[in-house]
């Protein structure tokens, strides 16, 4: 039974903080469908959007439910839906596309230019009930629960940028031991990279990294990352890097340890613009790739088939909380000493 109110956490006032309001529940199209909404993730994105910074006042509407994370399952379909059922448990792709650009047209559709994100541009997922249109959603099977589904954004993210680049027999550095560079390394490692080194100046998560999957952790604060290829016997360097960070020093870095020819994925976003020794770059003939969101419906695809054939990154989720809770779960985020924050809207 779908009452015609809910609860949700929403941006209400141009100031710090998010608040729990009761929203009319959204009405659908004829192309959407209604998910009740069981598990949401918190993601950076959503820290941004609770500190209000220069990013968040230029970017959020205000009022707006935020929240872009999610699982759950299908309670109304619009009028035109007729290959989804009621009761289909589902996650789905948070950026919403357009069908006009020469990108979409082609197929590229997380490359369209007009892509309007949930929870950022449009009302999000922080709610017990999520309007979304019925192509976004991403069925899931039996052997993903919703606590999975709830990560499989950041995971998409994580799964985008580590397949990049083939990375079969490769040695890989990732900077940043955030949750979604902890993940890449779990997807490095599950489709046989040689080693994979992560490096933060944050101890608690690395000691993450290396509880949730077979990485090695590196804290550059105090251990030389030199001394750790030597150790692991690469004659060059690295071949393959994901950047995570958005660190204008691990960038320096990274490119210090790649070998020639060597590959970077970039996922981390710098704070502003950033000094890049480009004739570094361009001597050591390296390619860089910048990486938006999840390939739409390829990284799903991929990543959940990896998930059922072993995949394993439950380990990145070390608190799960009611949604009511919601402010011990951005505290906890806030004080950079979390993996994924999961909260229980059910
Ligand atoms: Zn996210």
Not at 58 to 74: D, K, S, Y
Not at 79 to 101: A, F, P, T, Y
Not at 248 to 276: F, H, N, T
Request: charged share 25%; net charge negative; glycine share 10%.
């Amino acid at each position: 039974m779908i009452k015609n109110k809910m609860h949700a956490l929403a941006k209400t006032r141009p100031e710090v903080g998010l608040e729990m309001i009761e929203a009319d529940i959204p009405q659908i199209g004829p192309d959407d469908v209604l998910i009740r909404v069981n598990k949401t993730g918190i993601c950076g994105t959503d820290i941004h959007i609770w500190n209000w910074d220069e990013w968040a006042q230029r970017t959020i509407p205000v009022p707006l439910i935020t929240g872009h994370e999610f699982a759950g399952e299908i309670v109304a379909l619009g009028k035109n839906v007729d290959d989804l059922k009621i009761g289909q448990r589902c996650s789905g792709e948070g950026h919403l596309i357009g069908k006009q650009s020469r990108q979409s047209r082609s197929g590229k559709f997380h490359l369209d230019p007009q892509t309007r994100g949930i929870g950022v541009n449009e009302q999000g997922a922080f709610a017990e009930y999520l309007r979304l249109p019925a192509f976004n959603v991403v069925p899931l099977p039996d052997a993903i629960d919703d606590e999975i589904g709830a990560i499989l954004d950041p995971l998409g993210n994580a799964v985008h940028t580590a397949l990049s680049f083939d990375l079969v027999g490769e040695d890989v550095l990732i900077t940043g031991a955030g949750p979604i560079g902890i993940m890449a390394a779990a997807v490095a490692r599950h489709v046989g990279a040689r080693h994979v080194v992560i490096t933060d100046i944050n101890q608690d998560r690395l000691d993450l990294a290396a509880k949730v999957t077979d990485v090695i952790p590196v804290n550059v604060a105090t251990e030389n990352l030199k001394d750790v290829q030597n150790r692991l016997k690469m004659v060059q360097g690295f071949d393959v890097g994901l950047e995570m960070s958005g660190s204008q020093i691990a960038l320096d870095q990274m490119v210090e340890s790649l070998v020639m020819g060597g590959r970077i994925a970039l996922l981390g976003i710098p704070p502003g613009k950033s000094p890049v020794d480009w004739s570094r770059i361009v001597f050591k003939a390296i390619t860089i790739k910048g990486v938006y969101g999840r390939e739409i419906f390829e990284t799903w695809y991929k990543m959940i088939a990896m998930l059922e054939n072993g995949l394993d990154v439950r380990g990145v989720i070390t608190h799960r909380m009611k949604a009511s809770d919601y402010i011990a779960g951005f505290e906890t985020m806030r004080s950079g000493k979390s993996g994924k924050i999961v909260l229980d809207w059910s």
